[in-house]
């Protein structure tokens, strides 16, 4: 397992596309924090990205990294490899790459001008979901040969998680506004990795009280170590489950 | 060493293969023949694990392949297309495939030295032409002195110089008591390799018969004669 993720890592370094994502957002991070006079604002604008721009590249990076593989992965399954053995070490190679991108290109600058809890908090979100971004796209990757409706599959999930998602929630609280729905809220936000870390930045943010009696009961919830161990639990599971699934359809798959 | 029992696998409505029952035996050199779209690269990708059966088992030395994997270190196979990451070098392909199976222990790079290959070592795969490629894969399946060789097509592409090295190093093998599938449009230059023969056509299996048995009973004395007299019969 080792040597094929060494080979999928070193394939990534000499692709240059990771280096360049990260010395990218190298540059946006210490011109926003920069571009700012007080640093926290910074953070706030920093979000958005970790938020929307991260998910995007991994998943259709990752989504064309593993069609673009086709022909190492043919090569690999007929030798002596399981072929759950070569989808893992694709799944862990794309991973360390991406999230140590992330970590480099975002993460340095937070810790060098926000080293505080806030500033972790959207380390963490952010490392989490440049993983379960690659997990979805190998997700994305394995449901169809076709590499068009693959990255088009792809595409469409990360605008579900960004948009669609949030407009469907909404669509719901319009409907029931009559009901109380702070709790099933909290269950809703589950299904969701973007809500997800986008609320547990916001709580640290403490910019929660603009949310009203929904960002109270957030609050009471999220707020906790408790909450915060469900979240990093359940965003563990966006990570496992669709890897899981994706490992069994590889498994199944005639090359 | 190889025994397949009721392999079926159908693609949509169509059956690749059909119900196929063969038995392979050490230090038997057997030519997998039959039209276009017979099965035949299916089949064979049946027993390497690339293609799963949707029903059927293939036994490798006993032992189900089902699930398995390390039943794989004894196979060298050549691809009908090789394909190879494009960025990478020969030799980088070379060393990855070297650390992947047998890191240690030798390695047999006689093809390797006779197709010429260690002058053009840095070139990537990308820029390689059809011909290279296919002595790339071929020196690819005899690198590691597998107990198994499956070739599917191994002369497809080769210039007659080459396709000659490769046939004598296919006999050579084959003398070392070694398993070799072999498939190929050209008969004629399988007289001399094969020992038996598989004859498929859409998907069934029409018979496994030794090479003098086939002979004998066609009255032929070539390979091509005598599967073409095969095929007459089987159409009236």
């Known amino acids: ?255 | 060493m190889i025994v397949a029992k009721n392999v079926s696998k159908k693609f949509g409505k169509f059956y690749a293969l059909n119900d196929v029952s063969v038995t392979c035996h050490k230090g038997e050199c057997i030519a997998l023949i039959g039209p276009n779209a017979s099965g035949k690269t299916t089949f064979i990708k049946c027993i390497l694990g690339m293609v799963v059966p949707d029903s059927g088992v293939i036994n490798f030395n006993n032992n189900s392949i089902a699930r398995s994997w390390l039943y794989r270190n004894q196979i060298g196979y050549m691809p009908q297309i090789g394909r190879y990451p494009e960025n990478m070098t020969i030799a980088q392909v070379f060393n990855m495939m070297k650390d992947i199976r047998k890191p240690i222990g030798t390695h047999d790079d006689e093809l390797v030295n006779s197709f010429e290959l260690d002058k053009i070592m840095q070139k990537r795969m990308r820029t390689l032409s059809g011909g290279t490629t296919q002595k790339v894969s071929a020196s690819l399946a005899f690198l590691f002195n597998s107990d198994v060789l499956i070739l599917d097509e191994p002369t497809a592409g080769l210039d007659p110089v080459s396709s000659e090295i490769l046939k004598e190093k296919i006999i050579r093998e084959k003398n070392k008591g070694k398993l070799i599938l072999i498939t190929s449009h050209v008969l004629s230059e399988l007289d001399d390799l094969v020992t038996e023969v598989i004859y498929m056509q859409e998907g069934k299996l029409n018979f496994q018969k030794s090479l003098l048995m086939l002979k004998q009973e066609t009255g032929e004395q070539k390979l091509a004669k005598a599967i073409a007299k095969v095929m007459i019969t089987s159409n009236q």
Do not use: H
């Open chain 1, 1 to 255: 397992m080792k040597k094929i993720i060494k080979y999928v890592i070193v394939d990534l370094l000499r692709n240059k596309i990771v280096l360049f994502y990260t010395l990218l957002s190298l540059i946006i991070s210490f011109s926003i924090f920069n571009l700012e006079s007080n640093t926290s604002k910074g953070l706030l604008s920093l979000l958005n990205i970790v938020l929307i721009i991260v998910p995007l590249v991994c998943m259709i990076f990752s989504t064309i990294y593993i069609y673009n593989s086709a022909e190492f992965i043919e090569l690999l399954v007929s030798q002596p490899l399981r072929r759950r053995t070569i989808w893992i070490s694709l799944f862990i190679g794309l991973s360390v790459s991406l999230s140590l991108a992330f970590l480099i290109g975002i993460g340095l600058p937070i810790i060098i001008y926000q080293p505080n809890s806030t500033g972790f908090m959207m380390l963490l979100m952010g490392f989490l979901l440049s993983i379960i971004f690659v997990s979805i796209a190998m997700l994305a990757s394995a449901s169809t040969r076709d590499k068009a409706k693959g990255i088009g599959f792809a595409i469409l999930l990360w605008l579900y998680f960004s948009l669609i998602f949030d407009a469907i929630v909404l669509f719901i609280l319009f409907q029931f506004q009559d009901y109380p729905l702070e709790k099933p809220m909290i269950i809703f936000s589950f299904l969701n990795p973007i809500d997800l870390s986008r609320i547990q930045i916001l709580l640290k943010m403490d910019i929660a009280a603009l949310m009203g009696y929904t960002g109270a009961v957030f609050k009471d919830f999220f707020g906790t170590t408790t909450g915060i161990v469900v979240t990093t639990i359940v965003l563990s599971l966006w990570i496992l489950i669709p890897v899981w699934i994706s490992a069994k359809k590889f498994g199944k798959r005639d090359l």
